[in-house]
């Protein structure tokens, strides 16, 4: 059997968490508030999921683009499910800016720039006070 990242680990930083998902911060240099919101459990779809359950992430994955907005004011959010590479559930909340190194095009392609310098910016702790305000507070659960 394949070994799952997601399933092994937290996947990053962790902002906020329950029993179903957590929310984690991507540390990706020129992206600051890029985050992901990941299924606990190994599932590969979203159709895998009940409609409760699929009600229930989506409404993170919706709080985290809301969070990220609020915070940073983006140009745009793009939000992705890929899962290609990782099969494990998962959406992908990137906030883009129009002079991001890779903006109007996916992250995931070629760059049509030199990527901008933003190291010093990193707003997790924001976006942990963020959630927990649209969300209620991170459940302690057990770590992966």
């Known amino acids: 059997m394949?070994?799952?990242?997601?399933?092994?680990?937290p996947g990053g930083e962790v902002l906020w968490r329950d029993e179903q998902c957590r929310v984690i911060y991507v540390d990706e240099p020129?992206?600051?508030?890029y985050c992901r919101v990941i299924w606990n459990a190994h599932i590969a779809e979203m159709s895998d999921l009940s409609?409760?359950?699929r009600t229930h992430f989506m409404r993170i994955v919706f709080a985290v683009e809301a969070a990220v907005r609020e915070l940073l004011a983006p140009d745009k959010i793009n939000l992705?499910?890929?899962?290609?590479?990782?099969p494990h559930l998962h959406w992908h909340v990137v906030p883009r800016f129009r002079d991001d190194a890779h903006f109007?095009?996916?992250i995931w392609g070629p760059a049509v720039r030199a990527a901008r310098e933003t190291r010093a910016f990193r707003p997790a702790s924001e976006l942990r006070n963020n959630l927990a305000a649209r969300l209620g507070p991170s459940q302690q659960v057990q770590e992966l």
């Open 2 to 9: 394949m070994t799952c990242d997601l399933c092994e680990a």
């Open 104 to 106: 109007p095009n996916s």
């Open 51 to 53: 409609t409760d359950a």
């Open 80 to 86: 992705a499910s890929l899962g290609n590479m990782t």
């Open 30 to 33: 020129g992206y600051p508030g």
